[in-house]
C-alpha cells in the first residue's frame, strides 16, 4: 500500500464545507483512493472511493489531483455529527485486503 | 452496522483467562477480519478469512487463534489473555465480487477488551 500522509486535526463551522487533504505521493497505477471514518469508538465507515475521476456519493465527495499524488475529501455541509477521524487509505483493489489504518485526521466541526 | 455484530460489546477478565469474540454477519460475504485498535495506533490486523476453508495470520496473529465456523460466523480467541492485549477489537467483512470495491469492508460495533 501506498504510504499517505494526513493532518492529524482539522476544524470546521458546521453548515460549511470541510476539506480533508490526503498525501499519497507514492501512488501505483492500480491503487485506488479510498476514505474511512471513524466516529468516537464506533467501528469504521467507509465514505468513499475513487482511482482518476472526481466521485461524489451521498456522503460526500473526492477530488483527486490529475498526477494522482494528493487527493480531498470534501464533506459539503459539514454537521455536528460529522466530527470523526478521518481515513485516507491508497490499496490496489487485489490480492488480500488487509485494510491499513494510520491516524487519519480528527475533524471537529463547530457549532 | 447491524448487518455486522459483534458479542460481547465490553468484557473485563484477568491475565491467564481464556477469552472468545464472536463475530456475525447477514451481509453474505465471504471475508471476514479481525482488527484491535490501540490509542495512537490505528487499526492492525489480527487474522483473516477469504472463506470457510481459508485462514491467514495478520500482522499481529501472535496470542491470537481464530475459528471460521461458517461464513457468516468468524470467532477471535485469547488463548490465555495478557494485560496488552487490553484494546478496542472490531470484526469487518468484505465483498469479493466487485472490482474497485474490495477495500470497502464493513465494521462491526466493537468490542471493548480489558485484561487485568
Known amino acids: 500500500d501506498a504510504k499517505t500522509t494526513q493532518p492529524p486535526s482539522m476544524d470546521c463551522a458546521e453548515g460549511r464545507a470541510a476539506n480533508l487533504p490526503c498525501n499519497h505521493s507514492?501512488?501505483?497505477?492500480?491503487?485506488?483512493v479510498y476514505w474511512y471514518r471513524q466516529i468516537h469508538s464506533q467501528g469504521p465507515q467507509y465514505i468513499i472511493h475513487?482511482?482518476?475521476n472526481n466521485e461524489t456519493n451521498e456522503m460526500a465527495s473526492l477530488i483527486i489531483t490529475e498526477d494522482r499524488k494528493s487527493s480531498t475529501l470534501i464533506l459539503p455541509h459539514a454537521t455536528l455529527r460529522d466530527t470523526a477521524v478521518y481515513y485516507c487509505?491508497?490499496?490496489?483493489?487485489?490480492?488480500?485486503?488487509?485494510?491499513?489504518f494510520g491516524i487519519g485526521t480528527k475533524l471537529q466541526v463547530i457549532p | 452496522d447491524a448487518d455486522v455484530t459483534q458479542t460481547p460489546r465490553n468484557r473485563i477478565t484477568k491475565t491467564g483467562k481464556r477469552i472468545m469474540l464472536e463475530c456475525s454477519q447477514t451481509?453474505?460475504?465471504?471475508?471476514m477480519y479481525w482488527y484491535r485498535q490501540d490509542p495512537g495506533l490505528g487499526l492492525r490486523l489480527i487474522y483473516y478469512?477469504?472463506?470457510?476453508?481459508?485462514?491467514n495470520k495478520g500482522e499481529i496473529s501472535d496470542g491470537y487463534s481464530v475459528s471460521r465456523q461458517a461464513q457468516a460466523k468468524f470467532s477471535l480467541s485469547l488463548e490465555s489473555a495478557i494485560p496488552n492485549q487490553t484494546a478496542l477489537y472490531f470484526c469487518?467483512?468484505?465483498?469479493?465480487?466487485?472490482?474497485?470495491?474490495?477495500?470497502?469492508?464493513?465494521f462491526g460495533p466493537g468490542t471493548r477488551l480489558t485484561v487485568l
Open positions: 451481509k453474505g460475504h465471504d471475508r
Open positions: 478469512s477469504f472463506d470457510v476453508k481459508d485462514i
Open positions: 475513487g482511482l482518476k
Open positions: 469487518a467483512t468484505s465483498d469479493y465480487r466487485d472490482r474497485g470495491k474490495y477495500n470497502e469492508q464493513f
Open positions: 487509505i491508497a490499496r490496489d483493489s487485489g490480492g488480500y485486503q488487509k485494510v491499513t
Open positions: 507514492t501512488i501505483s497505477g492500480n491503487e485506488y
